[in-house]
């Protein structure tokens, strides 16, 4: 079975018929109940912030660095599968650069490329681990409210809502939050006045938490 949310492709009679062709049960979500499909989404985002930082960190270069997003990924130790999906799905460890000089390809392949490959596996690494640490505290956040201290740095979310909308990349890929801001005054029990840089003069600087 594939669960999905109700999409108009997915909803359509094409996308119904290769279902059935291909002999897979389509279960869609339940409408306005996103948990339903919680695991999917929450993988989504995972890669959606990979893939931000993929963009932030390599440039205009980061669809080459695509095979290293997949190979961290793959990778990466998922508590729910108790193992890595690459070890879930061929039944053993992956071979990584580390590794490779244990069977001779060090003679085949440039060090310097091992060396560079290896750099940026740990960087999309570590961002993953963010990614993964800030879902959680989203969550902590939902059960309890976040109190903060005059004095103290924030990050700002980056919203059409809020004003802040463009900051040298767009839409789906553009980052979620910018640089920490210094918290001048409390307002109330769940708004804080922001110390915004000459650039963001026009925004209003009172957010809600």
């Not at 339940?30 to 985002?45: F, K, M, N």
């Not at 800030?134 to 903060?148: G, M």
């Not at 910018?178 to 009172?206: D, R, S, W």
Request: with cysteine; proline share 5%; net charge positive.
């Amino acid at each position: 079975s594939i669960i999905s949310d109700r999409d108009s492709h997915f909803m359509s009679r094409f996308w119904r018929s290769l279902q059935k062709a291909l002999w897979t049960n389509l279960d869609m979500s339940t409408a306005y109940h996103p948990q339903t499909d919680g695991q999917s989404e929450r993988t989504i985002q995972t890669l959606k912030d990979m893939l931000r930082t993929c963009v932030v960190n390599f440039g205009s270069s980061w669809d080459r660095h695509l095979p290293l997003v997949e190979f961290s990924y793959n990778n990466s130790y998922h508590t729910s599968i108790k193992a890595t999906p690459f070890e879930a799905l061929y039944g053993r460890k992956c071979r990584s650069p580390v590794c490779w000089s244990e069977v001779g390809d060090n003679q085949l392949t440039d060090p310097e490329l091992i060396r560079e490959t290896m750099e940026k596996i740990v960087q999309i690494k570590n961002r993953l681990l963010i990614a993964r640490s800030r879902q959680k505290s989203h969550t902590d956040r939902i059960t309890k409210p976040l109190e903060f201290e005059v004095g103290d740095m924030v990050l700002l979310k980056v919203s059409p809502w809020n004003g802040v909308i463009h900051f040298g990349k767009h839409e789906k890929l553009s980052p979620r939050y910018i640089k920490p801001f210094k918290i001048l005054v409390k307002v109330g029990l769940m708004a804080y006045k922001l110390e915004l840089p000459k650039e963001l003069q026009g925004i209003y600087n009172t957010f809600h938490v």
